[in-house]
């Protein structure tokens, strides 16, 4: 059974910084983009950032250039979003997928979410 498990969200103060993981089991991460999408109460889901199979791409939304950095861990089947300098706005769930390209449009598997809220 494919699993995408998001962990590492919570309450931080404005300023502050989270580490999101997103683990796979089932599923070789190392042969798929993965990317990272948020969803605030009453927006629709954005996408957050995206890293290429080879990690040789990385892409950011304007919003969290220069704060966020995606990473992955191939021997741990795991990508991270290392999120810094977070403000109230970045509130949302966060939730990572499994992508044949980060150009691509085709999503082929959904984490559940994790929830990351800024406030002071």
């Known amino acids: 059974q494919v699993q995408l498990v998001e962990s590492g969200g919570g309450l931080v103060q404005p300023g502050g910084s989270l580490r999101l993981s997103c683990a796979a089991s089932?599923?070789?991460?190392?042969?798929?983009?993965i990317g990272w999408f948020r969803q605030a109460p009453g927006k629709e889901r954005e996408g957050v950032s995206c890293?290429?199979?080879?990690?040789?791409?990385?892409s950011y939304a304007d919003s969290v250039k220069g704060r966020f950095t995606i990473s992955r861990d191939n021997a741990k089947n795991t990508v991270y979003l290392q999120m810094n300098s977070l403000k109230p706005e970045d509130t949302a769930i966060y939730f990572c997928?499994?992508?044949?390209?980060?150009?691509?449009?085709?999503?082929?598997?959904w984490g559940q979410g994790t929830q990351v809220t800024v406030s002071s």
């Open positions: 089932g599923l070789p991460l190392d042969a798929y983009a």
């Open positions: 890293i290429s199979s080879s990690s040789g791409i990385r």
């Open positions: 997928a499994a992508r044949s390209y980060c150009s691509g449009t085709i999503v082929h598997y």
